[in-house]
């Protein structure tokens, strides 16, 4: 079966810092990936998807940017963060696109991120 | 811009009772639809997809409405472990969440 790792969990970073978070996925080849966040009372806002290696899309233009540097992994970096970046960032995974394909999406567990 | 309407609630509801959540989309090119839900400070879960022929999960039931743009979950006798907020979601490869209703079953 699948599962989809997200790490760290939590993390308490100061304004200026820079991020690395890193998603893997087990159990599948050649998924979609993706990178949301969940800001205090909001919804899911869609930051990167990526439907192969070194293959990412942008969403919301930000200091934030993602890479995928193997099938499986996908790690979303920022070399200055902003308190505005604080929240519940998900990584979530999909089957590969085309007729036929799966459209739901898995999550992962999350990362809370605080901006102090 | 595509955009998946809800409302938020609460919904405070009684153990035992039928609630019934809605929802409207704006993306007449949706290919797929679903109900998420998500437990506080939590990831979100896949609960059922949703079909234009209407779909029924245990006490869960949800419907599609192409032609309105409508999406509807039904949980019937509500149990308190329902407590947690459900998510109407649309799309294709790139899904577009709604902000969520917010569930509450109450002893």
């Known amino acids: 079966s699948q599962t989809i790792h997200q790490w760290p969990a939590t993390l308490v970073q100061p304004v200026g810092s820079p991020l690395s978070l890193e998603c893997t996925v087990e159990g599948t080849s050649n998924p979609n990936l993706y990178w949301y966040r969940q800001a205090a009372g909001r919804g899911l806002q869609l930051l990167f998807y990526s439907v192969g290696i070194g293959q990412i899309s942008s969403e919301v233009p930000q200091n934030l940017s993602a890479s995928r540097p193997q099938d499986r992994q996908f790690i979303l970096s920022s070399k200055k963060l902003l308190l505005s970046d604080s929240g519940f960032y998900l990584c979530a995974w999909s089957g590969p696109s085309g007729p036929g394909g799966s459209y739901e999406q898995y999550f992962g567990p999350g990362t809370r991120l605080t901006v102090t | 811009r595509k955009e998946v309407e809800q409302d938020p609630g609460p919904f405070n509801v009684p153990e035992g009772a039928t609630v019934a959540f809605n929802c409207t989309y704006s993306?007449?090119?949706?290919?797929?639809f679903f109900w998420y839900r998500q437990d506080c400070r939590k990831e979100p879960k896949l609960l059922m997809s949703v079909y234009s022929s209407g779909n029924e999960d245990g006490r869960f039931t949800a419907q599609l409405n192409r032609a309105s743009q409508y999406i509807s979950l039904l949980i019937r006798d509500s149990k308190l472990s329902d407590s947690a907020t459900y998510l109407c979601v649309t799309g294709s490869y790139q899904l577009t969440f709604g902000k969520g209703t917010k569930l509450s079953v109450i002893p």
């Open positions: 993306n007449s090119a949706s290919q797929s």
